[in-house]
């Protein structure tokens, strides 16, 4: 049971242009959104992350907007760089008291930035 | 951020034997490890969380017996992979707990068992 989906497994962009990376979620219990970046045979490296308190956060090329009533999220990155090109997962959990609960991925989205 | 190393990062084994992947936070004490497992093009799993002091909690599907976790220290947790199959053969991946704002990932390690 997919509890967070990214239904693009691949998303192609020319460098210098906007990359948008979608993900939806199901639960509504989910109060805390994070985006990983992955390359191959590496672990995640925290990206962003939003809390559903708030709908944008925003730290240098890369923003993240919530929309809690449709559950989705995004993930824009501008302008793009060849250097962005990974694997872009998408991550819920609750917050529990001082730390986070069990991490929910979706299957991850290939960006491709050609120059 | 916080930094996690696994070892090792790589393996290669016959089917039947046992293999154990160790997670080390390298620069703060982690109560809290989790271990994932990705299959190709597949979502990152939670197989279990790995409480320092204590017996691991165990996702539903996989079996304690066969992975084995010990978290004997603030800074190491250890899983193992019992009597390996082909199909065991995944990238595993921890992570320690990072306040309220993420987790920190280990680079992975590939097994291969033949």
């Known amino acids: 049971d997919q509890q967070v989906k990214q239904n693009s497994p691949s998303l192609s962009v020319q460098e210098g242009r906007i990359s948008i990376l979608n993900c939806d979620y199901t639960n509504s219990m989910f109060d805390y959104f994070l985006w990983y970046k992955k390359y191959p045979a590496e672990g995640p490296t925290f990206l962003i992350s939003i809390s559903s308190i708030k709908d944008k956060n925003e730290d240098g090329r890369f923003t993240v907007f919530l929309n809690k009533s449709a559950k989705h999220l995004s993930l824009h990155i501008v302008p793009s760089q060849p250097g962005d090109s990974a694997v872009y997962f998408c991550?819920?959990?609750?917050?529990?008291?001082?730390?986070?609960?069990?991490?929910?991925f979706g299957r991850g989205t290939q960006l491709t930035v050609w120059p | 951020g916080a930094v996690v190393s696994q070892h090792p990062s790589w393996v290669i084994c016959k089917s039947g034997t046992s293999v154990k992947i160790e997670c080390r936070s390298l620069d703060f004490q982690a109560t809290t490890m989790f271990w994932y497992r990705q299959f190709p093009k597949q979502s990152l799993m939670l197989m279990a969380t790995s409480n320092e002091g204590s017996k691991a909690t165990y996702e539903q599907g996989v079996e304690k017996d066969k992975f084995l976790i010990n978290h004997a220290s603030l800074t190491l947790s250890t899983l193992t992979v019992t009597s390996a199959h082909p199909e065991d053969s995944s990238f595993y991946i921890c992570s320690s707990e990072g306040g309220k704002e993420t987790q920190y990932f280990g680079p992975g390690t590939r097994l291969l068992v033949l």
């Open positions: 991550a819920a959990s609750e917050i529990r008291g001082s730390t986070l609960g069990r991490l929910y």
